[in-house]
T-cell receptor, first 111, second 112 residues
Framework: GQQLNQSPQSMFIQEGEDVSMNCTSS?????WLWYKQEPGEGPVLLIA?????ELTSNGRLTAQFGITRKDSFLNISASIPSDVGIYFC???????????FGQGTTLQVKP | DAGITQSPRYKITETGRQVTLMCHQT?????MFWYRQDLGHGLRLIYY???????DKGEVPDGYVVSRSKTENFPLTLESATRSQTSVYFC???????????FGPGTRLTVL
């Protein structure tokens, strides 16, 4: 079946640093989504990408839908302590609405 | 409050018992989904539903049963719970297949 490889698995950074994480797929997706999950809560949508090559920002977050439609990245600029959490990429390739999730990137920010 | 809710939030049960996890959304979204989240596996789809009375299997459906008699509710039943079903379960919904999914707060289930 389809698989998403998300990297890195974890990051421990200093407050103020920029962060970059990415996802690659073995097959083509027509939608890429980035979610953040905090302890004890469900994932919350950060950015949705619907078109190859699309670059979208949400505050300090920027995400891009790769031209090949097999990858996506998420950047966080000037990290702050509240950025701590697990970030998931998710992709959809068909017309069923089903999502395939990456393994997640655990982000820790040192004040 | 409007949104998507799950109940119970925490559940402890014993092997062999039947357990039902509830999911309710107030957006009248057509599509609803059940995922389980385990360390090392991320989120995996158990079952999904495109509309009332329409359900289909996801990646890991064995041991689970779903129903959807009303658009707003999508209960997940473990007919005979096993220890391997200890997990955090998330329900999600979306208006169309082209929209992002919104997640509930999760149910943490422990099977002893």
């Amino acid at each position: 079946g389809q698989q998403l490889n998300q990297s890195p698995q974890s990051m421990f950074i200093q407050e103020g640093e920029d962060v970059s994480m990415n996802c690659t797929s073995s097959s083509i997706f027509n939608t890429w989504l980035w979610y953040k999950q905090e302890p004890g809560e469900g994932p919350v949508l950060l950015i949705a990408l619907y078109k190859a090559g699309e670059l979208t920002s949400n505050g300090r977050l920027t995400a891009q839908f790769g031209i090949t439609r097999k990858d996506s990245f998420l950047n966080i600029s000037a990290s702050i302590p509240s950025d701590v959490g697990i970030y998931f990429c998710a992709g959809s390739s068909g017309n069923t609405g089903k999502l395939i999730f990456g393994q997640g990137t655990t982000l820790q920010v040192k004040p | 409050d409007a949104g998507i809710t799950q109940s119970p939030r925490y559940k402890i049960t014993e092997t062999g018992r039947q357990v039902t996890l509830m999911c309710h959304q107030t957006w009248s979204h057509s599509y609803m989904f059940w995922y389980r989240q385990d360390l090392g596996h991320g989120l995996r789809l158990i079952y999904y539903s495109a509309a009332a009375d329409i359900t289909d299997k996801g990646e890991v459906p064995d041991g689970y049963v779903v129903s959807r008699s009303k658009t707003e509710n999508f209960p997940l039943t473990l007919e005979s719970a096993t220890r391997s079903q200890t997990s955090v379960y998330f329900c999600a919904s979306t208006r169309t297949v082209y929209n992002e999914q919104f997640f509930g707060p999760g149910t943490r289930l422990t099977v002893l």
